[in-house]
């Protein structure tokens, strides 16, 4: 499996960006897939997840409101649109699976993803 992200950049604060994450294979619709962010210096931080449906959403506290996480399990992507940006927001976004097949299990731990992407890169300047 893997992970492609596209969509990142620079943006100024209250701008907006679209991420996509698309994967190889086959089994993109048997498990849920979730977007964390890492900034420098810091840990991995949980930013959404999405069931295999995608009928079921989780968010970070510090992005509800603000973004929004989507599927399209014809075209094997996820995406996250990402409004009212941040400087905070500054971090390489990286688009995980869930190793847990028809599972939300643990979404929010990056310890239950077994792919990721190789990350993009998100810069909001005040």
């Known amino acids: 499996v893997q992970l492609v992200e596209s969509g990142g950049g620079s943006v100024q604060a209250g701008g907006s960006l679209r991420l996509s994450c698309t994967a190889s294979g086959r089994t993109f619709s048997s498990y849920g897939m979730g977007w964390f962010r890492q900034a420098p210096g810091k840990e991995r931080e949980f930013v959404a997840a999405?069931?295999?449906?995608?009928?079921?959403?989780d968010y970070g506290d510090s992005v509800k409101g603000r973004f929004t996480i989507s599927r399209d399990n014809a075209k094997n992507t996820v995406f996250l649109q990402m409004n009212s940006l941040k400087p905070e927001d500054t971090a390489v976004y990286y688009c995980g699976r869930n190793k847990n097949v028809y599972s939300n299990y643990g979404r929010l731990d990056s310890r239950q993803y077994d792919y990721w992407g190789q990350g993009t890169q998100v810069t909001v300047s005040s």
């Open positions: 999405i069931s295999v449906s995608g009928g079921s959403t």
